[in-house]
Each structure stands twice: as C-alpha cells, then as structure tokens.
C-alpha cells in the first residue's frame, strides 16, 4: 500500500498599519523571533475562516480579508507539506 502524506493547510496574516507590518514575538526553547500572524486551518474551515480566528486568537482582533494573494509549499525539512496562504486584511 502506498502511503500519501497529508498536507497540512496553514495561513498567515499580513497586516499593514501606517506603513508597518504587525509582527508577533514568540518564544519557544529560549529562542526569541518575530513572525507574522497564522496557523494551521482547522477541519471544516475555510481559509479565510482560519485567517480571522488566528487574528482573534493571537491579536484579539476582528479582521476583514481584503485579498489572499500568496499560496506555496513549503521546501523546509520540518515543514514539508505544509501549504501556505497569506492574506492581506483590514483590522
């Protein structure tokens, strides 16, 4: 039987305001970095659905999605098969 790995949906938020990008500062194993908002989509979501929740989740912001404009698969090791879309938004 051949095994077919699953592909794993994830967005991220683009969010522009007065000429800069809202970035989140994480920590994980001592390491500090700046990422933008997202996550992984949740079954039954839709992706703009999953852009919305994250934004609420991580910022505790309402969003509206003016556009999603960007959609890859990502080439790193630790997260192949992770298919990525980026959304420009409105807060």
């Known amino acids: 039987m051949i095994h077919i790995p699953k592909v794993i949906q994830r967005v991220r938020a683009i969010i522009i305001v007065d000429g800069k990008i809202l970035l989140i500062n994480r920590l994980k194993k001592d390491e500090s970095y700046w990422v933008v908002p997202g996550g992984q989509v ?15 989740e991580e910022l505790g912001l309402q969003v509206s999605i003016k556009n999603l404009f960007i959609e890859s698969i990502s080439n790193k090791p630790d997260t192949a098969l992770q298919h990525r879309t980026d959304a420009g938004l409105a807060v």
Do not use: N, P, Q, T
């Not at 992706?47 to 994250?54: G, L, N, P, W, Y």
């Open 42 to 56: 949740e079954s039954g979501e839709s992706r703009e659905e999953a852009v919305k929740r994250e934004c609420l």
